[in-house]
């Protein structure tokens, strides 16, 4: 954790021009070398935001610790990229929302009855704030019918295998098994009452993944020193008016819900992370260059990945 002090600092400097840092390319990421059974990989299942992407599907990202596999958010696109990173089909570990918006849950339905018909027995243990259990139930009420033939019909699946355990979440340690401690840190995106970035500690690494967030206190003081923080960002030298219907409004909704390429790199600069790590990438033309450059001028001259569906980290 850093001192209050330093976060005070950080967040006024968020709001007033910074040095331009270096502008070094990035680094290549390497998976960690360790053998043991606890050996931690993040990988980026995807990695885009609301606009449809070939390239970048909806967010998500899985936290592997030895043959355990932690999902982060559930976008559109889920379960073929889990397909696609060889990662089991047929259920995961646990997994932990940051927030209710769509593109961060569409993958939800996906997850729960293919992971099911591919052969999970258990109840999905599913971790995300208040109305996750509402969302869920909806969800399994509007496949009744899929339910009832994939159960009673010649598949033969198991009755109530597509069964969700729904955990609503408060601010703290939401899940701690076997050496790997997940703990919900509340971060501040437009008028969501609840959204959350997640910090995982195991035996071998620490990760933060943000979520969908504007410059956070409270981010900011668990993501000091980690090794790996995946964080959202957009670019802050495209940012525009739009013209269409209220994209008069577009530049304040960024402001109020997502943190710049700028902010990011202040922010880094101060939390130290061995490896940052960009996602849900809102580029408005960006490229790859310019991302990193914003992320140099706030200050950060450490190792920056621009994320990319698939990448190990």
């Known amino acids: 954790m850093i001192r209050l002090g330093v976060v005070a ?30 050996k931690t990989v993040v990988v980026m299942l995807g990695t885009g935001m609301p606009r ?26 889920i379960m073929r990229r889990m397909a696609a990173a060889k990662l089991p089909i047929n259920g995961v570990t646990a ?21 099911w018909v591919m052969g999970r027995r258990q109840p999905l243990e599913a971790y995300g704030p208040h109305g ?17 033939i994939r159960t009673n019909g ?4 198991a009755p109530n295998g597509y069964a969700v ?19 919900a840190i509340p971060v501040l995106h437009g008028d969501w009452k609840e959204a959350y970035g997640y910090r995982i500690d195991t035996p071998t ?21 980690v090794d790996v923080l995946v964080h959202e960002v957009y670019s802050a030298a495209r940012l525009a008016p739009e013209k269409r219907p209220g994209g008069g409004d577009w530049p304040l909704y960024m402001h109020q819900f997502h943190t710049s390429d700028v902010e990011l790199g202040r922010i880094a600069a101060v939390d130290k992370p061995k490896l940052l790590v960009l996602t849900h990438i809102i580029r408005m033309g960006a490229t ?13 001259t450490g190792r920056v990945e621009v994320g990319r569906d698939l990448a190990r980290y």
């Open 52 to 77: 449809p992407d070939p390239e970048a599907s909806g967010p998500a990202a899985a936290v592997l610790v030895g043959s355990r596999v932690f999902l982060f958010d559930a976008g559109p696109g």
């Open 154 to 157: 010649l598949e033969h699946e």
């Open 95 to 115: 997994l932990f929302i940051t927030h209710l918006h769509s593109d961060h849950t569409l993958g939800l339905p996906d997850l729960i009855f293919t992971s």
């Open 132 to 148: 996750l259990k509402a969302m869920t139930a909806d969800i399994i009420a509007a496949w009744s019918q899929d339910e009832d």
């Open 205 to 225: 690494r620490s990760v933060v993944i943000s979520g969908d967030t504007r410059p956070s206190n409270a981010l900011i003081a668990a993501s000091h020193n």
């Open 288 to 300: 790859d260059d310019d991302l990193v450059r914003g992320v140099r001028e706030g200050g950060f």
């Open 9 to 38: 600092t950080l967040l006024a400097s968020l709001v007033s021009p910074a040095k331009p840092g270096g502008s070094t390319s990035p680094s290549i990421a390497t998976t960690p070398t360790t053998d043991s059974a606890d």
């Open 165 to 183: 355990n729904v955990h609503e979440i408060a601010p703290g340690v939401v899940y701690d098994s076997g050496g790997v401690r997940v703990t």
